[in-house]
């Protein structure tokens, strides 16, 4: 049987790889080749745009457990990264471009995958498909979607980028290797630190910084964790100075110093060729960037790869639409994956590709389908999206969604540990009883 993908992110690339295993004839449309987007810089599968890093494999981070989840649900792209990861600490950052590579490769392995090249403008109920255009969905799709939902309610949101640097162009000699409490190998992050003198010097010029479109930003539609850094500073001083640029944890091994802020870059490859400003998302313009960012010690040569940018993303308000399995309502044969569907994140937008493809299947079957328990990060996530909500936003993996512990722990560590638990107990359970 024929089924189609629209989109190959990550999402549209986990959902083929979910379909192709069950036997389905998968025929994946992916326009970049043909058309590009206002981030993506390639036309490869998989392609991560924002950050090389899909953030935490700590027991004790709701990242970390929803890696679990689904690695117990035989996750393709969580094995790619393992692949493709280059060192990060606690994190799971890797190489883009090998990343893109390893999913592409394992695709292609099945002689019932096809990817057609192409922008998709036209949907057919009676063909099986999933819908992972992601936030960067073309204005000619996003007008088709919003024919076949019967109205145009999209919410829009606006995402930055961090910059990319040339490690060639950095000065080591003011830099340090160090990761926050020792975590992971010394190596993985290069440190720029900064006395409370420099530091002020570059707040100063980063609030007054000269920026690309203003306007969007005052409205307040951007998601917090996307917010660029020059917005997230004229909260105030010590906003950035406890938020990306946090000195806690920080030492520089070499002089035993300490700081009064510092800028974590960290790797894009092995190699240590290339570096992304860790938390840097911004909305400067480009000569701005230069300017600025060349303030910070180390850096004041620096080359950049690629200058942060801004663009708009589109949500669909998924609780009118979408209930908690990613399916269309009132459609048997349409679901949606990714972060149009209001998940917010790399490995959540992964985790709604897997979901749907096994949800489409059972749809296509009339088996039953699968919701993941309330207790697990895949369970709220499906959870949240179906919601009701009169002010819907796009939610990534966090303990907050998570119902209660039965019992209170008062340790932090130990009570985000019960919850990693609890939701590994219950998923692989649930598994057992869902025979997938």
């Known amino acids: 049987m024929e ?4 989109g190959g992110g990550l999402a549209g690339s986990e959902a083929c790889y979910q379909l192709l295993k069950r036997g389905y004839n998968v025929k994946l449309y992916e326009m970049r080749k043909v058309k590009n987007t206002p981030c993506h810089t390639t036309c490869d599968l998989a392609e991560l745009v924002c950050s090389n890093s899909l953030k935490s494999i700590e027991k004790s981070t709701a990242s970390g457990t929803l890696k679990e989840e689904l690695n117990s649900l035989d996750c393709l792209l969580l094995r790619c990264a393992e692949k493709a990861k280059v060192p990060s600490g606690g994190a799971l950052a890797v190489n883009r471009k090998e990343f893109s590579k390893y999913v592409e490769q394992e695709l292609n392995k099945f002689e019932n995958f096809e990817r057609i090249d192409n922008e998709f403008t036209e949907i057919n109920v009676n063909i099986p498909t999933i819908i992972a255009t992601g936030p960067l969905t073309s204005d000619n799709f996003a007008k088709e979607i919003a024919k076949l939902i019967g109205n145009s309610d999209n919410l829009h949101f606006y995402d930055a980028v961090a910059p990319i640097v040339s490690g060639d162009s950095l000065d080591y000699n003011k830099l340090f290797f160090a990761t926050r409490y020792d975590k992971g190998e010394q190596s993985d992050y290069l440190n720029c630190g900064m006395n409370k003198e420099q530091y002020t010097a570059f707040y100063n010029e980063l609030v007054n910084g000269k920026v690309a479109n203003l306007h969007s930003f005052e409205k307040g539609e951007i998601f917090e964790s996307c917010m660029p850094i020059e917005v997230m500073a004229k909260r105030g001083a010590e906003t950035i100075r406890y938020g990306m640029m946090k000195p806690v944890g920080i030492t ?13 870059l960290r ?4 190699q240590g060729s290339a570096y992304n400003l860790v938390g840097f998302q911004t909305n400067l313009t480009f000569p701005e960037q230069k300017r600025i960012f060349s303030i910070l010690p180390g850096l004041e040569n620096v080359e950049f790869l690629r200058y ?16 908690s399995y990613f399916a269309l309502n009132g459609v048997k044969n349409v679901y949606f994956a990714g972060q149009i569907t209001g998940v917010e994140g790399y490995v959540e937008s992964i985790m709604s590709g897997l979901i749907s493809a096994i ?5 296509i079957k009339n088996t039953k389908k699968y919701l993941a328990p309330c207790t697990t990060i895949i369970g709220s996530l499906q959870r949240h999206i179906a919601t009701k ?6 939610m990534n993996a966090n303990f907050g969604i998570l119902p209660p512990l039965d019992s209170k722990v008062r340790d932090k560590k130990q009570r985000k540990l019960a919850y990693y ?3 590994i107990e219950d998923i692989t359970l649930y598994n057992k009883e869902f025979i997938l």
């Not at 089924?3 to 629209?6: A, G, K, L, Q, W």
């Not at 790797?267 to 092995?270: Q, T």
């Open 252 to 264: 520089n091994p070499n002089t035993g110093e300490r700081y009064y802020a510092v800028v974590q």
């Open 421 to 423: 638990t609890r939701a």
């Open 389 to 394: 909500n009169v002010d819907f936003q796009p």
């Open 267 to 270: 790797k894009e490859n092995v």
């Open 3 to 6: 089924v189609r993908v629209i």
């Open 308 to 323: 942060g940018v801004i663009h708009r993303n589109t949500f669909l308000n998924s609780p009118e639409h979408l209930d």
């Open 359 to 363: 949800n489409l299947d059972a749809d």
